[in-house]
């Protein structure tokens, strides 16, 4: 059944917590192509759905072929129960996002409404557009309080990259109730976006320290260097490498071992790079694994490093706090908000003397970092139920008030 007009708009009533509709809208979110895109919004919503009824619609791209990260992505499950929550992938034709991407938003809509039977009590939104741009409007016709969650490349790249795409982000913050942001440097870019700060709620993303045990120091000659994320230029894979060759010339000993290669960012160049500077034997690339086994891939490691260009607040490095690992990461938005000497070192994106440098102080001193101590900071600020909780909490002071 597809709803239309005053039919659609919320019926108030005296309800239990548990009766709360919540509709969560994410283009964001794992499919048979990538098992950890949107994993933040997965464990967001499955805890959630211990206090609401949970409905989340991840509008997904039509592909015709089977084949490839599309086809696989477009087949996968159009209706299953997942952890509680009711999950939902209708099909849309997405065209490239440099052909009419400011149109997307029509086909996204029209994909949601679709399948929701029922209006929701609150629509929260993760991503400004197209998500948040569709929960703005939806909210209007439903007559619903409306929550955008912004990550970063939605608030820094999109309105850089056009003009149209500024607008459309600008309008989906102004219509909305709370945006959220998982750093205080998202707050200010969606503050120079229009969003007023009364409107901001700073909740960073949670992790689950129950699946990561404190990594146990080993006593072994070489020490084990991760990195797990998206295998391209944008997350300093390049300049992590050419990094590693000053650590080789300096006749230091080390492994690395790079998860997260998939059909769209295969690990090809990178491995052609590692071979040209001498690293084929000590580099070690690996496809995308899936997010369960995220605690043992880095239970067997003793540094991460992140050296990202970008980032709002990655899941990743609160994934090393929860398992004891130091890291060194880039001053590059959220990690400079919660990375100090007693975890870690922070460098300046791209910098390789910089990166190599850090890496090298922070191997010598692996035994200065206590990964208990770690772990209790990570489920102290960062566990994935608090925050769940706060985010609650604030769901319903914004329901009362509507």
């Keep these: 059944m597809v709803l239309h007009g005053d039919d659609l708009r919320r019926r108030p009533a005296d309800r239990s917590l548990h009766d709360v509709k ?72 997405a065209l ?20 929701v039977d029922e209006p929701p009590d609150l629509i929260h939104a ?7 741009y569709v929960a703005q409007r939806l909210g209007k016709l439903w007559d619903c309080p409306v929550y955008i969650t912004v990550h970063g490349y939605d608030i820094h ?40 700060e009364s409107a901001v709620l700073r909740l960073p993303n949670g992790v689950d320290c129950d699946l990561f045990a404190p990594r146990t120091p080993k006593q072994r000659r070489v020490p084990q260097i991760l990195y797990v994320g998206r295998f391209q230029d944008a997350k300093g894979m390049s300049v992590l490498l050419d990094a590693l060759e000053l650590l080789k010339d300096g006749k230091r000993q080390f492994r690395l071992r790079c998860v997260g290669g998939n ?56 994934e090393a706090m929860a398992a004891g690992l130091p890291v060194v990461t880039t001053r590059c938005g959220g990690p400079s908000e919660i990375v100090d000497d007693a975890w870690g070192e922070l460098v300046e994106p791209g910098d390789v003397a910089q990166l190599a440098g850090a890496l090298a102080r922070v191997l010598d001193r692996l035994s200065d970092h206590d990964p208990v101590v770690l772990q209790q900071r990570a489920r102290q600020t960062y566990d994935h139920r608090a925050l769940a909780d706060r985010l609650f909490e604030d769901y319903e002071q914004i329901l009362a008030a509507h």
């Design 126 to 132: 993760h991503c400004a557009y197209p998500d948040g």
């Design 263 to 318: 059909a769209l960012h295969p690990a090809t160049e990178y491995e052609q790079q590692a071979r040209r500077l001498g690293l084929a034997a000590l580099v070690r690339f690996d496809d995308e694994v899936p997010w369960l086994q995220i605690p043992k891939v880095m239970a067997g490691a003793d540094l991460l490093v992140l050296p990202s260009f970008s980032e709002g607040m990655p899941l990743v490095l609160l």
């Design 157 to 196: 790249e999109l309105p850089a990259l056009n003009p149209r795409w500024k607008m459309l982000v600008s309008e989906a913050l102004a219509g909305a109730d709370r945006v959220v942001t998982v750093s205080d440097e998202l707050a200010g870019g969606a503050m120079e976006l229009g969003t007023s």
């Design 96 to 115: 490239p996002r440099r052909l009419r991407f400011h149109r997307q938003w029509r086909g996204y809509e029209a994909a949601v409404r679709r399948v």
């Design 22 to 93: 919540l509709l969560i809208l994410s283009h964001l979110y794992p499919h048979r192509a990538s098992h950890t895109s949107g994993i933040f919004v997965h464990h967001q919503a499955a805890t959630l759905a211990t206090r609401a009824q949970v409905q989340l619609v991840a509008p997904t791209p039509w592909w015709p072929f089977p084949w490839g990260i599309w086809g696989r992505r477009s087949h996968s499950p159009r209706h299953e129960q997942v952890s509680g929550v009711d999950l939902h992938r209708p099909r849309f034709l």
